[in-house]
């Protein structure tokens, strides 16, 4: 009966528990090291038992922007895969091979970093050396997420040999829309860590190419940040307009961004490089082409999303111009934190486009400024929807129902979140405009009267941070209620459906082969010249460098 | 698929600002030549004296014409190399008059570092292997930090040093 109306079986949210169980606490401690890091930015703080800065940001940066990330959306996806086109007791064992592979990984590489050995932050850029065992420990990790990818993909395939001439649910095709793409750019990360940094880092071979590996590594960096959006953009195109009482805006149009998406979030990883020697200026402002490329499908989630509000409120009675805001459902956190997430991605897109802007990108590079952007996309835009997720995710996987104090905590949780980022973010932003360096430790830079000017801001980081760490604190407190306590019930897993007497969806979106082929052809095209460019023209190479990490 | 007027409207004008971003970005870029920092020299990162640039003797500032300069640096894990003056001691800080052209033209001889000039827009990164060049006119007097903005190890955020831009 519960089965029926979740549609997840015991089972089923036995395995999607788990993988919500190390992101919460994943939660905890990347949002602590984040803490420290903000205290130990104002100058009046030193970490204590000789604890390095470097290795706390390692910690940080690993463990929510790779760890946390990962197992959310591999989880949530489970979930929606498990709901709409069924999960076989075979899938769900591969399901757990997944889990822990990708569990073992992440210990090996935190063990790693916690004596010390691996404080190369998660971007590891060569010739800085980590402990082998680090490397391996992010091989599985990836590994263990292509596991999730063939069971996601083998989910879909089997539905529709069993439903013939069906379109395939919407949540299904954007959760393999999400799988491909994450295939497709770690094989980028897989290739440099296999090839390159283990036999480098095991003295095998005694040189790297380094502009080859931070090159392969921002060809999966730059659609890594999309493989946390994209389960954001599910649940606002797929999830959001059930909680609001209507309906999805167009089937179509939600399945063509996706589509947008596979194909133009890979091939633009040069807009991470655009300061670097070796790279021909040409190719750099071709993939900054193809990175505003990837703005389009952004700009149809925003007129989908709001018109899907507009009209749900209108069939609702509400009339004139903005008065259908007011039929939304503000007092519902399931809506309240996704929204306020939505918000915040039109600052957070804006400075996006500015450090994309091919020569502009030497305003803001590597300054505190672009620390501020993501924490406005991942740690905002992303993450409160995925708390907004949680909130009814975690209930239906317990056999709880989300009550009236938790909604209340929920809300409070999104206000007291939004209130720190407002801060952090915001001050990280100003700073950054005045130069002031990311992944710094305290400095006051031999007493220059510029690095003053910045002290005030990393203040006002401090402050942003502990407020953010109370909301960690209350966002804990939610999830453990919602595991253990809140009271017994079905718990709606809200789906909406497609508006009806529309247009059929085309059958043209469903033709993988078409999309994959356009992908490669791009990727191809954006790529190849460059990258034999940088093979053929490749100085000798570096040898690895453990000193400056604080290893001997 | 049907697409709504609004929505029509509402891409059209989205697609139309980016493309005139773009635009914006290409004439700046090829036209007048703001180009991000590409240069496209290697070096043998284990031996970057053999390049003439980082020889001892030629780093620092390096003075070509009236108001024009060129400055090497050898950055290493935590420092920058300007040479060294008269008196045998390390430079640290550099002083170029006001209105000067400087090419900055920079390298490393281990790890990735960062080369920024706050408040100004000389940004850009140094590769083993690579040298990394940009060009800039530094029309307004004060003083400015050189700052390493990549994460270069422990003593990463104490990698600094200063140049002082005067006025005659």
Same mark, same amino acid.
């Given at each position: 009966m519960i089965a029926e109306k979740t549609g997840l079986n015991k089972s089923d949210s036995k395995l999607i528990m788990s993988f919500m169980w190390v992101t919460f606490i994943s939660l905890l401690i990347g949002g602590l090291m984040g803490l420290l890091q903000t205290l130990v930015r104002t100058g009046n703080f030193t970490l204590p038992f000789g604890i390095g800065y470097y290795q706390i940001l390692t910690v940080h940066g690993v463990i929510l922007g790779l760890v946390l990330t990962t197992f959310f959306i591999i989880g949530f996806q489970f979930a929606l895969m498990a709901k709409t086109v069924g999960m076989t007791s075979k899938q769900r064992k591969w399901g757990w091979a997944s889990f822990w592979v990708m569990l073992i990984g992440t210990t090996a590489s935190a063990i790693m970093i916690l004596l010390g050995k691996a404080s190369v932050l998660y971007t590891f850029y060569a010739p800085l050396k980590a402990h082998p065992i680090f490397y391996f420990g992010l091989t599985f990790v990836i590994i263990g997420s292509w596991i999730a990818c063939f069971v996601n993909f083998r989910q879909l395939y089997k539905w529709k040999k069993e439903h013939?001439?069906?379109?395939?649910?919407?949540?299904?095709?954007?959760?393999?829309?999400?799988?491909?793409?994450?295939?497709?750019?770690?094989?980028?990360?897989?290739?440099? %860590? /296999?090839?390159?940094?283990?036999?480098?880092?095991?003295?095998? %071979?005694?040189?790297?190419?380094?502009?080859?590996?931070?090159?392969?590594?921002?060809?999966?960096?730059?659609?890594?940040?999309?493989?946390?959006?994209?389960?954001?953009?599910?649940?606002?195109?797929?999830?959001?307009? &059930?909680?609001?009482?209507?309906?999805?805006?167009?089937?179509?149009?939600?399945?063509?961004?996706?589509?947008?998406?596979?194909?133009?979030?890979?091939?633009?990883?040069?807009?991470?490089?655009?300061?670097?020697?070796?790279?021909? @200026?040409?190719?750099?402002?071709?993939?900054?082409?193809?990175?505003?490329?990837?703005?389009?499908?952004?700009?149809?989630?925003?007129?989908?999303?709001?018109?899907?509000?507009?009209?749900? +409120?209108?069939?609702?009675?509400?009339? +004139? /111009?903005?008065?259908?805001?007011?039929?939304?459902?503000?007092?519902?956190?399931?809506?309240? $934190?996704?929204?306020?997430?939505?918000?915040?991605?039109? @600052?957070?897109? $804006?400075? +996006?486009?500015?450090?994309?802007?091919?020569?502009?990108?030497?305003?803001?590079?590597?300054?505190?400024?672009?620390?501020?952007?993501?924490? /406005?996309?991942?740690?905002?835009?992303?993450?409160?929807?995925?708390?907004?997720?949680?909130?009814?995710?975690?209930?239906?996987?317990?056999?709880?129902?989300?009550? &009236? &104090?938790?909604?209340?905590?929920?809300?409070?949780?999104?206000?007291?979140?939004?209130?720190?980022?407002?801060?952090?973010?915001?001050?990280?932003?100003?700073?950054? /405009?005045?130069?002031?360096?990311?992944?710094?430790?305290?400095?006051?830079?031999?007493?220059?009267? !510029?690095?003053?000017?910045?002290?005030?801001?990393?203040?006002? !980081?401090?402050?942003?941070?502990?407020?953010?760490?109370?909301?960690?604190?209350?966002?804990?407190?939610?999830?453990?209620?919602?595991?253990? &306590?809140?009271?017994?019930? %079905?718990?709606?897993?809200?789906?909406?459906?497609?508006?009806?007497?529309?247009?059929?969806?085309?059958?043209?979106?469903?033709?993988?082969?078409?999309?994959?082929?356009?992908?490669?052809?791009?990727?191809?095209?954006?790529?190849?010249?460059?990258?034999?460019?940088?093979? !053929?023209?490749?100085?000798?190479?570096?040898?690895?460098?453990?000193?400056?990490?604080?290893?001997? | 698929m049907h697409l709504h007027k609004y929505e029509k409207i509402w891409m059209g004008s989205g697609v139309g600002t980016l493309l005139i971003f773009l635009i914006v970005l290409g004439i700046g870029a090829f036209y007048q030549g703001t180009q991000p920092p590409s240069c496209m020299v290697t070096l043998d990162p284990t031996n970057v004296q053999a390049h003439e640039a980082f020889k001892e003797d030629n780093l620092g500032l390096q003075k070509l014409g009236e108001k024009e300069y060129t400055l090497n640096v050898l950055a290493s894990a935590f420092n920058y190399d300007f040479g060294k003056d008269e008196d045998g001691n390390a430079v640290r800080t550099i002083r170029i008059p006001a209105g000067s052209k400087v090419m900055f033209q920079a390298t490393t001889k281990d790890v990735i570092h960062g080369f920024q000039l706050a408040g100004t827009n000389v940004n850009m990164m140094l590769e083993p292997g690579y040298i990394s060049t940009l060009e800039t006119t530094l029309d307004n007097p004060g003083t400015y930090t050189l700052i390493c903005n990549e994460y270069c190890g422990t003593g990463h955020h104490l990698m600094t040093a200063t140049v002082e831009v005067y006025e005659e």
């Open positions: 013939p001439g069906e379109h395939s649910p919407l949540l299904a095709f954007m959760v393999v829309i999400n799988m491909l793409m994450w295939f497709i750019c770690t094989l980028g990360v897989a290739a440099t %860590v /296999l090839i390159q940094f283990i036999p480098w880092s095991l003295g095998l %071979v005694g040189s790297m190419n380094i502009l080859l590996s931070r090159t392969l590594f921002w060809y999966f960096g730059h659609p890594l940040v999309y493989f946390w959006l994209l389960p954001a953009y599910m649940a606002w195109y797929a999830i959001l307009p &059930k909680i609001i009482g209507g309906k999805i805006f167009s089937d179509s149009l939600a399945r063509l961004a996706f589509i947008l998406f596979l194909i133009f979030s890979i091939p633009v990883g040069f807009h991470h490089q655009l300061l670097e020697p070796g790279i021909d @200026p040409m190719w750099k402002y071709i993939q900054v082409v193809l990175t505003f490329a990837v703005i389009i499908p952004s700009l149809l989630t925003a007129f989908s999303m709001f018109a899907t509000f507009e009209i749900t +409120g209108r069939q609702k009675g509400y009339t +004139g /111009l903005f008065g259908w805001l007011r039929h939304l459902p503000w007092k519902d956190v399931r809506f309240f $934190a996704p929204f306020m997430g939505m918000v915040a991605f039109i @600052p957070a897109g $804006a400075g +996006g486009i500015i450090n994309a802007s091919n020569q502009m990108n030497q305003v803001v590079h590597n300054t505190i400024w672009v620390t501020g952007h993501f924490h /406005l996309t991942l740690a905002t835009t992303v993450i409160l929807t995925f708390f907004g997720i949680s909130y009814w995710l975690v209930p239906v996987l317990t056999g709880r129902k989300i009550d &009236k &104090k938790i909604n209340t905590l929920g809300m409070t949780q999104t206000i007291v979140w939004l209130v720190g980022m407002f801060f952090m973010s915001g001050s990280m932003h100003l700073a950054g /405009l005045l130069g002031a360096p990311r992944r710094s430790a305290f400095s006051d830079y031999q007493g220059s009267a !510029q690095a003053a000017e910045w002290i005030g801001y990393q203040y006002g !980081q401090a402050i942003g941070g502990s407020i953010l760490f109370i909301g960690i604190l209350i966002m804990l407190y939610n999830f453990f209620y919602m595991t253990f &306590k809140a009271p017994k019930g %079905v718990e709606e897993f809200p789906i909406a459906e497609a508006p009806t007497g529309t247009e059929p969806t085309p059958i043209v979106l469903e033709n993988w082969r078409l999309w994959i082929g356009i992908t490669v052809v791009l990727i191809a095209f954006a790529y190849t010249i460059p990258f034999v460019d940088i093979i !053929q023209n490749s100085p000798p190479g570096s040898p690895p460098f453990e000193w400056p990490i604080g290893n001997n | -």
